[in-house]
């Protein structure tokens, strides 16, 4: 979470501590209109004004603050984010210029996971003044849906169980005036066969079940947004490794991610008729667990031999899939922590994305680069549709080579969207492994920026 204090706040005039934004190239010139004892104070804290560097200078009976940037005049979404890591509790302004894109970076740098442990080292909110306004509560939602992607995913598995994302979808739904409709354990035979078929392993209080929300007006175009929600995967009976069962809390990413957008859609009231589908399972381990070779049926009447119960995740997407496109959508978005393979070809950093348009590629990856969130376009390549073909059933639901992991997952999920339907898929990693400044380790959003920024240009102005 991020304070509850209102860590952005308009720019009265009221007492602030200045920040002087500097850059490397531009120090030397900056420094000399400094006294002595300032340039003394910037030596000592070996400050040169590189990105991310941070002194506080004694000015008279008070101090100031400095900090590094590439660019004062076109501030990023992270530049200030080390400051408010590193400077004392109290409230701060930009000595020139407004903050703009950079309180994203301001608002999450004092995010903290504290759900299972308090930080006794804490100080309290750094408030930044800005006199734009109207800037202050887009950005305060926007941080708060990554911060809500960050707990969900750091929340471990037995508090984020199956159970736990539906009581999700149950305060967003009331918090927007939504409606909210469950199928769970065993009638999901009857509908979502593949959905039960995962998740019917699992214990009883971590029983499967399929959620979908329905927000706005009828008739306006219809976003159906789509989350994978493997609350933990052992990977079934083709069993993983220790190593590689130790983050799977995070194989809910797909649906934290789609949770936090569909509050950003509602919050904003984008003209849109929202459709808000997860299906919520644990991928265990019992006698009751599906098996290789098994056949599944689908809801979309396709039927699925596998070959790996560690793929299970496109298994549940694909019911999932088939029900958004029963509501004859404009635009599906779907979200997954699907593939290594997609982690092995971009690493973290960046979500693969694939779509069936190009046009809708282009939106995603534009507001990505301008929200530093940007997707890495893979492609879903006919060529490869046939490594997915079954000798029993109508398709497998892996391949049986190494190559194109993520393409290839991308291809099975495309034969659940109903045909030419606009639809985009993000397999994102929903995980940190390495902190930077205002991004922890631990649960991130990668794809969620740009998916928002898009919608907002495609449906805002309507």
């Given amino acids: 979470m991020i304070p509850d204090t209102n860590i952005i706040q308009d720019d009265r005039g009221q007492d602030a501590v200045p920040i002087h934004l500097v850059t490397k190239d531009r120090f030397a010139d900056w420094s000399k209109a400094r006294s002595a004892g ?7 804290q070996k400050f040169e004004g590189a990105p ?48 703009g894109a950079a309180l994203h970076g301001w608002l999450l740098a004092q995010y903290r996971f504290d759900r299972y442990r308090k930080d006794d080292e804490l100080t309290g909110p750094r408030v930044l003044l800005t006199k734009s306004v109207k800037a202050i509560e887009p950005a305060l939602a926007e941080a708060r849906a990554v911060a809500l992607v960050r707990d969900l995913v750091n929340t471990p598995a037995e508090d984020m169980g199956p159970a736990a994302i539906e009581a999700e979808f149950e305060t967003l739904a009331k918090a927007h005036g939504a409606q909210l409709s469950t199928v769970r354990g065993d ?14 392993a699992a214990a009883r209080q971590h029983a499967p079940r399929l959620m979908h929300l329905t927000w706005g007006k009828e008739g306006d175009p219809v976003l159906a947004l789509v989350g994978k929600g493997v609350c933990f995967d052992s990977g079934g009976l083709d069993v993983k490794s220790s190593a590689g069962m130790l983050l799977m ?105 694939m779509t069936r348009r190009d046009e809708t590629a282009a939106a995603l990856i534009a507001a990505g680069k301008a929200h530093a969130d940007e997707p890495w376009r893979l492609p879903l390549p006919e060529a490869y549709v046939e490594w997915l073909k079954s000798d029993i059933a109508d398709t497998g639901n892996a391949h049986a080579n190494a190559f194109a992991g993520a393409s290839v997952a991308g291809l099975f ?26 991004r922890p380790k631990g649960g991130e959003a990668y794809g969620l920026r740009a998916a928002w920024h898009m919608l907002r240009e495609r449906y805002g102005n309507r």
Wanted: charge should be negative; hydrophobic fraction near 45%.
């Fill in 38 to 44: 300032q340039r003394a104070a910037l030596a000592a």
């Fill in 52 to 99: 991310q560097q941070v002194a506080i200078v004694p000015d008279g009976d008070g101090w100031f603050a400095a900090g590094g940037v590439a660019d004062p005049a076109n501030l990023s979404s992270w530049c200030l984010a080390r400051l408010a890591e590193a400077l004392p509790e109290g409230t701060y302004r930009l000595a020139e210029g407004e903050p």
């Fill in 187 to 200: 009638a999901l035979e009857q509908g979502f066969p593949m959905v039960h078929a995962v998740g019917r």
């Fill in 249 to 353: 809390k995070k194989d809910m990413g797909g649906a934290a991610h789609a949770i936090a957008l569909a509050g950003l859609v509602m919050g904003a009231g984008l003209p849109v008729r929202l459709h808000l589908i997860v299906p919520a399972v644990e991928n265990a381990i019992s006698g009751d667990s599906f098996r290789p070779g098994d056949v599944l049926r689908s809801r979309k009447g396709l039927t699925v031999e596998i070959g790996n119960t560690d793929a299970e995740g496109r298994l549940i997407l694909g019911d999932a899939l088939a029900l958004a496109s029963e509501q004859k959508p404009d635009l599906v978005i779907d979200f997954a922590t699907l593939t290594g393979a997609a982690r092995v070809a971009l690493g973290p950093e960046y979500p693969a994305l």
């Fill in 413 to 438: 999920l495309d034969k659940f969207v109903g045909e030419g339907i606009d639809w985009a898929h993000f397999d994102t990693f929903a995980w940190r492994p390495f902190p930077k400044p205002g």
